[in-house]
């Protein structure tokens, strides 16, 4: 099966030959050896070192160039574009559709023991080969990442061999954190051509790393998140001035050719994947973006702009990627991809990374365990609008806070609880554990709480990449509303109730929300959200509230279920 891998740019396996291959005894994590540099990518973890279960989304809907094109395909959509639609193991690894039931059938996906197997399999086959890049949003997202402020994934980053590393949510730990992690702990290249000190416009950390591989001159250029400053507290970073830099990156790709004869240049990248593609069409000499921050499936072919070929590597240790590459004399020849989904029941753990693992948590393993409530329904977070495991929290900061409506940010990561699951304390922190979680009550009047929502899409929605700025669409307890992600900024939302009441523009509305922007006082969003869950004991989420979609969108490929949207 090579799970999916492909052989040079023009050809890929047919769903006859998946589905051969998953059927039958061999081996799913053997490679052919071709070439004579590999590159092993991972992005996007969010500090899960243990499995989890991951459901992709069922709407990622792409306006503008980006229309129907991937990564903005869910469900049968992208299977099909693909060819991958026949294997219900493709279904699992690569769509929404029928999550539960797969998910008995194939387990959960990743895991640094798991990962570091496979990690550990290639470098014994490949040798001095092999290159591992980590593309940031790997020290947040769990527990004991925040406890520890990151240094846990610094361990678990030290003991897998990761050699270069670009970030985003690990600046929210302020600059000295990142700064004396990335200095006195962090064996890996820290890369970023495009943050420059406020003061004296200097780069802030090495821009790029050449590395020598098979006697050839390997350039990964580092691109932290352009938008950290706007997308997540600036006050965080006060020092550190942060862009897309389409120019500077020109300045650097051109020096990493002329200067230092690079054989190969990668951009390491946290951009999202259509500001990638943006990208490569702008900058001129990439041979590959090796993509993360939107936690797309962008395989198992990668996309391509001019001669620039692109993935995004999914996200919680789902996937890694690995190029195959024959990199001659100032270019390159040919290349394989292979895109492996890490289903932890098919790969053993490395029994080194699963007592680090072991020793690291030990000291929060009371706390993380503490049982609060049982699911009855499925709970996810990832979607563009709203997910389950968000409405259950919306739902809890209205009661608990006694508020008529509700907002919690759309964040992508999160991971998921299948139906008759014990909701732990780690559960809640793994859809909370940031180091800005306080929980606020402010009075908004109708029009402001439509502005609020109108800024955030387009943030999202709007049809040019360089002006998205991450994220899902702000989630909404008790807010209904109609949608239209075609229409500019102010005009996308339209038709907005409250409690299924017109909302009125003037009215003034009691609004419960976390994650602010700026430095408040309040209780953390996990405490409110535990202490509603073991009020509750048996929770389920039957509806979500979702918008009522323009009636364009009925062929949308980035929506799987349109009966869902009341097109």
Not at 224 to 245: E, L, R, S, V
Not at 299 to 313: A, C, E, H, Q
Not at 517 to 525: A, N, T
Request: glycine share 8%.
């Amino acid at each position: 099966m090579q799970l999916m891998g492909i052989a040079g740019a023009g050809s890929f396996l047919t769903p006859g030959a998946v589905q051969s291959a998953w059927g039958s005894d061999a081996d799913p994590y053997e490679i052919p050896d071709y070439g004579n540099v590999t590159l092993l990518h991972m992005t996007d973890s969010h500090a899960q070192l243990l499995p989890v279960w991951w459901r992709e989304p069922d709407t990622n809907i792409g306006v503008g160039q980006v229309l129907n094109q991937v990564p903005h395909l869910c469900g049968q959509w992208m299977l099909d574009y693909y060819g991958v639609a026949t294997p219900s193991s493709s279904k699992y690894a690569y769509s929404c559709l029928d999550f539960d039931t797969l998910a008995h059938k194939y387990g959960k996906i990743g895991g640094y023991a798991h990962i570091a197997s496979l990690v550990k399999r290639y470098r014994q086959q490949r040798g001095d080969k092999v290159l591992l890049l980590d593309g940031g949003d790997t020290w947040q997202g769990s527990a004991t990442s925040l406890w520890t402020k990151g240094a846990d994934m610094v361990g678990a980053q030290n003991l897998l061999g990761i050699n270069d590393f670009v970030g985003h949510w690990e600046f929210t730990y302020g600059q000295d954190q990142v700064e004396h992690l990335v200095k006195t702990e962090l064996k890996a290249n820290f890369l970023a051509q495009n943050i420059f000190n406020n003061t004296w416009q200097e780069l802030v950390f090495k821009p790029y790393h050449i590395h020598e591989v098979s006697g050839r001159k390997i350039a990964v250029i580092g691109q932290a998140f352009p938008f950290t400053p706007i997308a997540n507290p600036g006050y965080m970073i006060p020092d550190w001035g942060f862009g897309i830099h389409t120019e500077h990156m020109q300045k650097m790709v051109t020096e990493c050719r002329e200067k230092q004869h690079a054989d190969l240049v990668v951009v390491l990248s946290h951009n999202g994947a259509d500001v990638d593609k943006k990208m490569a069409a702008m900058v001129k000499g990439i041979d590959i973006i090796l993509g993360g921050h939107t936690h797309d499936i962008m395989g198992p072919k990668p996309f391509m702009v001019g001669n620039t070929l692109i993935i995004n590597t999914s996200t919680n240790g789902k996937v890694l990627a690995r190029f195959d590459l024959d990199v001659g004399k100032g270019k390159l020849n040919g290349w394989r991809f292979h895109y492996l989904p890490v289903f932890s029941n098919l790969i053993k753990e490395d029994p080194e990374m699963a007592d680090y693992i072991h020793k690291v948590r030990s000291p929060y393993q009371q706390k993380l365990a503490q049982p609060l409530a049982t699911t009855e329904s499925l709970l996810y977070r990832r979607d563009n609008f709203n997910g389950s495991f968000d409405q259950l929290l919306c739902d809890a900061l209205r009661e608990e806070m006694d508020c008529e409506v509700s907002f919690s940010p759309g964040f992508r990561w999160g991971y998921c609880k299948l139906p008759g699951e014990t909701i732990t304390m780690e559960d809640v922190m793994g859809q909370t554990a940031i180091t800005y979680p306080q929980v606020t009550v402010n009075t908004y009047t109708g029009e402001q709480i439509k502005n609020i929502m109108e800024q955030v899409a387009d943030n999202i929605f709007n049809p040019n990449p360089y002006y998205q700025q991450g994220g899902d669409m702000i989630r909404v307890g008790n807010i209904q509303y109609d949608f239209n992600p075609d229409e500019k900024i102010y005009h996308r939302c339209s038709n907005m109730r409250i409690g299924g009441q017109t909302m009125s523009a003037s009215k003034k509305y009691k609004v419960a929300g976390w994650a602010a922007m700026q430095p408040v006082e309040g209780k953390p969003v996990w405490d409110i959200f535990s202490q509603w869950l073991q009020s509750k004991k048996n929770v389920r989420v039957d509806k979500v509230d979702l918008p009522v979609l323009n009636k364009d969108m009925a062929n949308n490929h980035g929506i799987a279920f349109p009966k869902t949207y009341k097109l």
